[in-house]
């Protein structure tokens, strides 16, 4: 209610003595920690601390490629005074025996000859070179293999390649012919084999064979130094332990490749090289031995790490270590740089965790830039879990934090227990404070504290002061020549002051039943009251109240003829109400007087312009209704009637108008009279435009009914002419609603007055289009923009094009077709023009074009109008030849006796001939076949559509047919366009066809296709 003074005073907004000391001290420790924080942070040790420990992981890494690239060099592929020597005995043997490479056959002498000549390098490479087996397969050539695929080989396998045994007790020959096997007096393997048996060319089990060997064959003129070939893991001596192989070829003399030598090293030996215990003590370390391409591209100087915003992909070829399982996925996993450039790996696909690993790879670089085998990079990832790897620092990161909020913590406790202690007096005071009464002098028991006690004091002489000042407020407004009174409410202490008017003032609107005298007062300052009885009080006011602006309201009593403006304002602490009370009866009564005359009319006390406008636009905007109607009244005979009997009858007749307005349609809307004869209304509360209708047949009626007598006892009738738009299916603003209702309006007047009459769109698009291009049709005339395209007419039976119809095309985008051009033409008188403009166009189109030999020319004439003589003279110097293959269309919907006589005439003057365009599409049709000797008759497009399913059609086409051949009058059927429908009228006997289908218009008169001649010529049969 007005003032919201019921509410009870909440918590004071500001801050407690509690908080002015706790907040400082936390804020001091606050400070503090973030100090600490932010010295850490620009020191960047936890940074630091990171970095250390990745680059300490990362020098394991390297520093154990390195061991293992430096054996894989220098120990274990060494061989390069092997390869020369083998591949020289190889040249011996062939040369003696004047044989090729391609002739060492498996099983034959040659190869047992060559591998014989080889046997002893190779036993000798093996003893010193501490490598797990030596072998040396010969090429085949192309179908020499073994039904196995074996190949004639001799590998020599070292069970103990650390110590070299005199009795060479620790050698096996896996491979090798026997012939071999006892001149070199070593055992055979449990697995010996004759051949060495390959896979198939592509799988990783012979890659060890075919690259190096086709990398000879494609690099015929390189070094076979340069061809080495590092091959993945493979169980090469079929022992069930895998090995890592490196291959070179062999050549003989003629640069031919004869096999391939090579060394394996167990992948036990090598995993030696790099124990996963040394990254992390509690064994959550992984080394992985990998290769990875050059997909995505490869920085060679960046050595095996991904590139910034490229992830890599590795194969994984052996690890060490179990926390590999979590990222190895089907033999492989993927690495990418993090935001501080580090190597990452995040968890495989359901693995048992989800934490990231930190990684760091180094390059094994067992290739230069010219070897065919560069793009295969061998590298030594390190991988650890992240937590694991930098778990110092964020260890020390929880660390200080838990300290942080444990000073924090404890902060807050004491800060709180101090203050608790020290406002202990401050307490005391306030309830003092709280339990005096304003009535009654304050005394405060002093605390001990000077400044406190110093603010006792002046609150005891503020009180002594405030009771003074309401009594002299009193008298100031007694001195006041106007009815005005005052009130304070105190939230605190629950009651409400008031002075001696208050009552006398709040009485005019006050009902009966409301509390009528104070409770308590001294009858010189006014009053107190308790402040649920004053809200009571206020409260009895609400059914007759209304808000004028903040704190300011208008209350009147239950008839409305009285009223009292309440204003309130809140102290600054929001303790106390102040408010004023002042009866403005006559101010209110005058200014809503001074309202109404604004908003309505003087004479019919409707709403004027701008008020409706206001409110129906209003109505519009926040709550639009589901339908609506806007009605412009303009009244019938005004002018008569103020010149007959003189404008004071004038206004009778309008005041007459406006009683029928308002009686029909109070409670529907909205009423206005906008002019002199010219009402609005707009109606918003019927459901529907049939609810509407009813109510506009209503209107009508009413004010068919109204009429006035005038002096010379003549009765007048009430009339008026009235448009209508509809919401929102005419517009939905009020400009447009207006609009389209006064040009209906004017509609009703200029067709059928006294009438009401709805908005039709095409009417008021029609009006506006000639409104809006009168100067276009203007300069087409003047400009002769026009183009002519040519359609033709097609013989019924032979398909050939016998005639074509000449066809306007405008050049101006806002005159786009022929019927534009007609309308403007015929609201202007100009149809003349565009009748000289057809003929002369047409003809002079076709005749640059007059590539259609015989073939007669269509031209569209309009029907009212007709050439001048000197017209008819032009033409026939112009076009004298041409007009005998004239024929004129005249429309069947404009027929005139009189011009046909003339067309007639005019055709026979010319030699030309006549014909009817559409036909069927008219109301004289057969009057027009018997005023008109026509040699055509152009069927309607709208009988030949869907002529071919449509009974009624068909028969007025076979009536036609039948009454114009009687006659010797040829039928065009026109707007042809499915092969169905020229069935059709080939089947009811037409003579020519014309449409899309046979052919569309076009600048120049276009040629019938010849698959239309043979479909014409089937249907009729005339093939």
Aim: with cysteine; charged share 25%.
């Amino acid at each position: 209610m007005i003032p919201a003074i019921g509410k009870t005073r909440g918590v004071r907004r500001g801050l407690t003595f509690k908080v002015l000391v706790v907040v400082p001290f936390c804020i001091a420790l606050a400070i503090q920690g973030l100090v600490s924080v932010g010295v850490l942070a620009r020191s960047q040790t936890l940074e630091q601390m990171e970095v250390d420990a990745y680059d300490l992981f990362s020098e394991h890494v390297s520093s154990r490629a390195g061991y293992l690239e430096n054996d894989m060099i220098f120990r274990w592929s060494d061989f390069d005074a092997v390869v020369d020597s083998v591949g020289s005995r190889v040249a011996n043997v062939l040369a003696a025996s004047g044989s090729a490479a391609t002739d060492a056959t498996p099983g034959s002498s040659l190869s047992l000859d060559v591998l014989d000549a080889s046997a002893d390098d190779l036993l000798s490479f093996t003893r010193r070179a501490e490598v797990d087996g030596v072998y040396l397969v010969l090429a085949n050539a192309e179908g020499d293999a073994t039904e196995d695929g074996g190949h004639s080989a001799l590998y020599i396998r070292d069970s103990n390649p650390k110590v070299d045994v005199p009795n060479g007790s620790d050698l096996l020959l896996a491979a090798c012919p026997i012939s071999v096997a006892r001149r070199l007096g070593i055992a055979l393997d449990s697995q010996w084999s004759a051949t060495f048996p390959l896979a198939a060319e592509g799988e990783d089990q012979s890659s060890f064979y075919y690259k190096p060997l086709r990398a000879a064959q494609q690099y015929p003129d390189a070094d076979v130094n340069d061809l080495g070939y590092w091959g993945r893991p493979v169980d090469l001596g079929w022992t069930g332990t895998q090995s890592v192989t490196y291959s070179k070829p062999i050549r003989d003399a003629a640069g031919d490749v004869v096999g391939v030598l090579g060394v394996e090293v167990r992948l036990d030996r090598i995993t030696a090289f790099f124990p996963y215990s040394e990254l992390n003590t509690s064994g959550g370390g992984s080394y992985l031995l990998a290769i990875t391409g050059e997909e995505g591209g490869f920085a060679r100087d960046e050595g095996a790490s991904p590139l910034p915003g490229q992830p890599r992909t590795y194969d994984v070829l052996a690890t060490t270590g179990a926390s590999q399982s979590l990222y190895v996925e089907g033999g492989s996993f993927t690495a990418a740089l993090d935001d501080k450039g580090r190597m990452t790996v995040d968890a495989a696909a359901g693995a048992s965790s989800d934490a990231r690993a930190g990684a760091s790879a180094a390059e094994i670089k067992l290739y230069n830039s010219t070897s065919p085998f560069a793009s295969e990079h061998w590298a030594l990832v390190g991988l650890e879990r992240e937590d694991d790897l930098f778990s110092a620092s964020r260890l020390l990161s929880d660390s200080l934090v838990k300290v942080f909020v444990a000073s924090i913590v404890i902060g807050v406790i004491i800060a709180v227990f101090t203050a608790w202690v020290s406002s202990s007096r401050l307490r005391h005071l306030m309830k003092e404070v709280r339990a005096a009464s304003p009535d009654q002098p304050i005394s405060f028991t002093p605390t001990g504290i000077v400044e406190v006690d110093e603010l006792s004091d002046a609150i005891e002489l503020m009180n002594a002061e405030v009771v003074s000042v309401a009594s002299r407020l009193s008298q100031v407004l007694k001195l006041s020549d106007r009815s005005i009174a005052a009130f304070e409410c105190n939230l605190e202490t629950r009651t409400a002051s008031y002075t001696d008017s208050f009552f006398d003032t709040m009485g005019v609107v006050l009902p009966p039943n409301a509390p009528a005298a104070p409770l308590e007062g001294d009858g010189g300052a006014g009053g107190t009251m308790p402040l649920a009885a004053f809200k009571d009080l206020l409260e009895s006011l609400r059914p007759n109240y209304e808000q004028e602006s903040e704190n300011r309201w208008i209350a009147s009593d239950r008839d409305g003829r009285r009223w009292v403006r309440i204003v309130s304002v809140s102290s600054s602490d929001s303790t106390r109400i102040y408010g004023l009370v002042e009866n403005v009866t006559d101010e209110i009564a005058t200014r809503r007087r001074i309202e109404h005359e604004r908003d309505h009319d003087v004479l019919t006390g409707l709403l004027n312009r701008r008020a409706f406008e206001q409110s129906v636009t209003e109505r519009l905007a926040c709550d639009p209704p589901a339908f609506g109607a806007m009605l412009m009244l303009d009244l019938d005979n005004l002018k008569y009637i103020n010149d007959t009997y003189g404008h004071d009858w004038g206004d009778h007749y309008i005041k007459a108008a406006a009683d029928v307005v308002e009686r029909t349609f109070a409670g529907e809307g909205f009423c206005a009279r906008i002019s002199g004869d010219e009402f609005l209304v707009f109606v918003d509360r019927c459901e529907s435009a049939e609810e509407a209708n009813r109510l506009f047949d209503a209107f009508m009626g009413a004010l068919d009914s109204s009429m006035l007598e005038a002096p010379d006892a003549t009765v007048l009738k009430v009339r008026a002419s009235v448009g209508v738009a509809c919401y929102p299916d005419d517009a939905v603003d009020f400009a447009h609603l207006r609009e389209y209702a006064d040009f209906a309006m004017y509609e009703a007047k200029s067709h059928r007055k006294g009438a009401l009459l709805r908005f039709d769109p095409k009417s008021h698009e029609q009006g506006a289009f000639i409104l809006n291009n009168k100067e276009d049709l203007n300069h087409l005339l003047d400009e002769n923009l026009v183009d002519y395209h040519f359609q033709p007419i097609v013989d019924a039976r032979m398909g050939e094009a016998a005639a074509y119809e000449a066809l306007m095309r405008p050049q101006m985008p806002s005159i786009a077709t022929p019927d534009r051009v007609l309308l403007l033409a015929r609201s202007q008188s100009k149809l003349y023009r565009v009748e000289h403009l057809t003929f002369f166009g047409a003809l002079g189109a076709f005749a640059q074009h007059d590539c259609a030999g015989d073939a007669v020319l269509f031209v569209n004439s309009i029907a009212t109008q007709r050439l001048s003589s000197d017209d008819e003279v032009e033409l026939q110097e112009r076009f004298g030849p041409l007009l005998k293959r004239l024929v004129i269309e005249i429309t069947e919907s404009e027929y005139s006796r009189e011009m046909a006589l003339y067309k007639e005439g005019l055709a026979r003057r010319w030699g030309a001939r006549l014909a009817i365009d559409d036909f069927g599409s008219g109301y004289n049709g057969e009057t027009s076949l018997l005023d008109y000797h026509v040699d055509f008759v152009k069927l309607d497009m709208g009988v030949v559509r869907n002529i071919d399913s449509i009974k009624d059609h068909q028969d007025i086409a076979r009536n036609l047919v039948g009454y114009a051949h009687d006659r010797g009058i040829r039928v065009i059927a026109e707007g042809v366009e499915t092969e169905e429908e020229l069935r059709a009228v080939i089947e009811l006997k037409v003579d020519y066809i014309q449409g899309y289908l046979v052919g569309k218009p076009a600048p120049v008169p276009p040629v019938v296709p010849e698959s239309v001649k043979e479909l014409i010529r089937t249907l009729a049969g005339t093939r």
